[in-house]
């Protein structure tokens, strides 16, 4: 330990090494002047700074300085680009130090276990691997600037519903496998300054006082040298927390629990080390905050704007295109929907940002002069169909060539703290896309939303953009878009399911009042609907671009013992340059155990001039084909034929190969027939 973390803990009373393991107030760590700690400010996050102005909440009510609102986490993932990823949290870094900040929450990496979580918008991925990518590129970007993270939330926080006392029941080879996963990655690629503990139980204990999941697998096992803070009131027994791994309490217990810190240790029931141990890790948190103040700085609130829709450009997902775009300047385009005026841009609760701009799309459309008119077609406000309005909007359509609809999810559909219920969207959106596609055959829809939808109209429209929550200037991304300054990249994180009845979890989610149980086991997302052979809306990786894409001369490289280099050749066949995700996946050999059909093991996000070449090569370690074997307990490789696909999407394989491999362990496997 360095030496001068040891200084001060040795100069610290028994009350003050309490007191640092509990906030000064909703925003703060505390101070110790006399040993110069300062109280440094940690905050939301994670799709942008949420630092309050005036006394504090958590929920999002109380106004926020202005801050650059980036995409949420649903739409970012889609881009599956590490390198925009780290250019993101660089800004919104940036924007931390200009505002004394020292460590902003997030990102989220919990697992989309079901597409009705409320907080979905938050998250990245149906998919461990994914999701561990994305997240650390985010934390590597953030913390590269001195700004440290917050991974959240530790662990199997899928659900709004009962979100502070549901006891996740979840068998342990689908933790490891699919819910932990992530946060692993994450951690060991780049230790994220502090990892915040959820409020839910795992096997009946809360997260905070979860020694198993913070001690043993978070800090033993991974090797995660930052402090474990919890949730905002999530500590449930702060001695027993101490004893799990759990060193900040966050907001201020107001001393409440400082004392049971000091009456814990005072009574022998709680050992000053581990209390010592604890407030290390602290100090060094606080330490290192300390040296990245630097009240002078000041970022460009312009180039973050326009970061900003670069980024939501480079992560909407275009879902279907039957050649109706890109559209031409000199078109004229009907557009209708209230989301034009009144775009939907963010998801509502703790992540909530004060945007510093934002851009609508007629605004867009009038800066850069296009040619269009607009008719509402709906009131944002209520879900009812009203028919003046779709009149309206169906004489504007049929009098034009091309339509475009704004339509996905209203505020009150999704949000911290409650959970969906179906994925309908508003029948005011979906009445008026039925009737405008009886007026028009060139319609394209674009949605903006959280998460997935149904489509019933799916069949009637030409085009469907995917904006997700696109962040302040999305609407300019979608302008972008539409009229081809950018070439479409994004691809799908997570499946569009065709109805809510064909999800994995639907029956168990989400659970009863005490407990929910995930039967569903690993077969979450693409792992359930391949295995099962179930139709699906759009696929897990699934995006379309203007170009077109070959994929040739795949090679796999034994590299290393379970290590092998699979490269191939990219070209770009069409007239427009563009991005294409190339995908690996890993499908293991049928054995006594049970697995999904394949898994995402690598990706990797290629720009080409039309007609250019490029070798991609991506990498694959013992972890690519292993499985939890809770015999062990740790990863097993089992000996087979392991086939190594690549592709476009999870349903849209190009080329394989096939590679044998010899088991890692001689350990019996479990007998699951029983
Ligand atoms: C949320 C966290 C958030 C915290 C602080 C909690 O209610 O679950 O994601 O970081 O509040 O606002």
Redesign the pocket.
């Known amino acids: 330990m360095n030496k001068k973390i040891k200084d001060i803990v040795e100069a610290l009373t028994l009350e003050e090494k309490a007191g640092l393991c509990s906030g000064q107030d909703f925003w703060h760590l505390k101070s110790i002047k006399r040993l110069g700690l300062q109280a440094i400010m940690i905050?939301?996050?994670p799709h942008g700074l949420?630092k309050q102005l005036g006394s504090a909440d958590?929920?999002g009510l109380q106004n926020s300085v202005p801050s650059t609102c980036f995409p949420t986490a649903s739409a970012t993932a889609c881009s599956w680009d590490r390198d925009l990823m780290r250019e993101m949290g660089k800004a919104i870094a940036e924007e931390c130090i200009q505002e004394g900040v020292s460590v902003i929450?997030?990102p989220?990496a919990n697992i989309k276990r079901s597409p009705l979580c409320g907080r979905n918008f938050?998250y990245i991925s149906e998919d461990p691997f994914h999701t561990g990518v994305i997240a650390s590129a985010l934390i590597n970007g953030i913390q590269s600037m001195g700004i440290g993270t917050?991974l959240?939330?530790y662990a199997m926080n899928n659900q709004e519903t009962r979100?502070m006392t549901i006891d996740a029941v979840v068998d342990e080879r689908t933790q490891r496998e699919i819910y932990l996963a992530g946060f692993e990655k994450a951690v060991t690629d780049s230790q994220p300054w502090t990892v915040?503990c959820?409020?839910n139980r795992v096997d009946g204990t809360y997260l905070s006082d979860h020694k198993r999941l913070l001690k043993e697998i978070l800090k033993e096992e991974w090797g995660h040298t930052g402090l474990v803070v919890t949730?905002?009131?999530a500590c449930n027994d702060r001695v027993e927390g101490i004893r799990a791994g759990l060193e900040l309490e966050?907001p201020a217990s107001f001393g409440i629990n400082d004392k049971r810190i000091i009456d814990a240790v005072e009574k022998g029931n709680l050992s000053v080390e581990l209390l010592d141990k604890a407030a290390e890790r602290i100090i060094e948190l606080i330490l290192k905050s300390m040296v990245n103040l630097r009240p002078e700085y000041k970022y460009s609130i312009p180039d973050h704007h326009r970061l900003a829709r670069r980024i939501a450009g480079e992560s909407m997902v275009l879902l279907k295109n039957d050649g109706v775009l890109p559209f031409s300047k000199t078109e004229k385009i009907a557009v209708i929907g209230e989301f034009a005026v009144m775009p939907r841009y963010q998801g509502a609760?703790?992540?909530l940002i004060n945007p510093t701009k934002l851009d609508t799309l007629c605004k867009i459309l009038d800066d850069q002069k296009l040619l269009y008119e607009y008719a509402r077609g709906y009131d944002i406000s209520s879900d009812i169909p009203n028919q003046s309005m779709i009149d309206d909007a169906k004489k504007l359509a049929a009098g034009t060539d091309k339509v475009l609809v704004l339509a996905g999810l209203t505020e009150n559909y999704e949000s911290?703290g409650f959970d969906r219920k179906h994925l309908i969207m508003p029948e005011s959106h979906n009445e008026l896309i039925r009737q405008i596609i009886s007026v028009n055959e060139n319609v394209t829809v674009v949605l903006m939303n959280g998460a997935p939808v149904e489509m019933p109209w799916i069949g009637g429209v030409k085009g469907v953009l995917e904006a997700y929550l696109g962040g302040q200037a999305g609407s300019g991304a979608i302008i972008d878009i539409l009229y081809g300054e950018i070439n479409p990249s994004g691809k799908l994180a997570e499946t569009f399911p065709v109805k809510l009845e064909d999800t994995p979890s639907y029956r168990y989610f989400p659970g009863y009042t005490r407990t929910v149980e995930y039967r569903e086991g690993i077969y979450i997302g693409y792992r359930y609907y391949d295995k099962f052979e179930k139709n699906v809306l759009f696929p897990f990786g699934y995006g379309l671009s203007y170009t077109k894409f070959s994929y040739t001369d795949m090679k796999v490289l034994k590299t290393g013992q379970y290590e092998y280099a699979v490269s191939l050749k990219l070209s770009n066949m069409g007239e427009t340059a563009g991005a294409e995700v190339v995908q690996l996946y890993v499908e293991s050999p049928e054995t006594g155990i049970y697995k999904a059909k394949k898994e995402l093991k690598g990706f990797e996000k290629v720009y080409l001039e039309p007609g250019e070449t490029k070798t991609v090569t991506m990498n694959l370690n013992k972890r690519s084909f292993a499985f939890y074997n809770i015999n062990i307990p740790g990863w097993h490789v089992e000996k087979g034929d392991y086939r190594i696909l690549v592709g476009a999407s999870s349903r849209d394989i190009r080329m394989d190969a096939c590679i044998a491999l010899e088991a890692s362990s001689e350990t019996e496997v479990p007998d699951y027939s029983k």
């Open positions: 905050t939301d996050g949420r958590h929920v929450l997030g989220g938050e917050s959240k939330h979100r915040m959820s409020y949730d905002w009131g966050m609760g703790s992540s911290e």
